[in-house]
């Protein structure tokens, strides 16, 4: 092929990609829930990429708070103070860096994990086949929560760690999904010639396989997001997270052991509360829009 041809191919490839990515947001745009939760999204997204310019981060310390024990909101801070005085909107601003990034990279590690074992076990047969499906229902059977409470227990604590943690225990419901795909996949036509043509398994699986569940990759990963956040929220709440960051999951953590519900200090329970309620639903309405713009049947339906 000469130059030109390759040339004039890589354009058409671009072009085709545009196109369908114009398509996609288009389709994406009609649909206002997904609309709404990305907005929501890229909101606490921008709060946290600008958080230095938000709030000092010396107010982090305990030993430069300024303000009173659980003191309630008023024009100097805006949504009170914890026990130990420091400001509620600086730990919140703060404190969403900390959720969204061990939420994306839990959520990272698992759809690795998931794509890798569901696209081996869905497409080799035999004994390789059958193993990696028994270590998928193995890691499924097992309950979820006590599982990332024995690891994150084991291991030293931090980011890194409760990252590791969520993203290898969650995999398993990604891997199945993948699985069931690469088998419906494995069966069709095109399939079967690439076969007798010569294609080896790993140019089938590159160039045929993964192409057709990467949308169902895509969509799902917004979903695990969600439950990434919730994961990290509740075991910075049960004091597993890295006690020298500040988390929402650590600031419920922290207004539950002064007994802020009894003190009736509600503005340190219900901010972080309803941080983790809007960015666990905004991940759930983009996933589901993104699951209708990729998925045809549900389109047509």
Known sequence: MSTDARISARALARRRRSA?????????REHRSGVAGLVILGCFTAMALLAPLVS??????????????????????????????RSILTLLVWGSRISLFVGLLATAISMFVGTIMGLAAGYFRGFVGAALFRITEWFLV?????????????????????AFVIGITSW???????????LSIRERPYIERAQILGAGRWHQIRRHILPNVMPMVFANTTLTVAVAILTETTLSFLGLGDPTRVSWGSMLEGAYSVGAMTTGSWWYILPPGICVVL?????????????????PRLRRR
């Open 172 to 182: 398993p419901g990604t891997a199945l999904l993948i699985r069931s795909q690469v």
């Open 20 to 28: 369908s990515l114009r398509r996609g947001w288009a389709l994406f």
């Open 142 to 162: 097992i309950p979820f929560l006590p599982l990332a409470i024995v690891i994150a227990t084991v291991l030293q604590r931090g980011l890194l760690t409760i």
């Open 279 to 295: 960015v666990v639903l905004s991940f759930v309405l983009v996933g589901q829009a993104l699951e209708d713009v990729l998925n």
């Open 56 to 85: 000092d981060s010396a107010g982090l310390s305990v030993t430069r708070s300024t303000g009173g024990i659980l003191q309630p909101p008023d024009s100097q801070f805006w949504l009170g103070t914890d026990e130990n005085g």
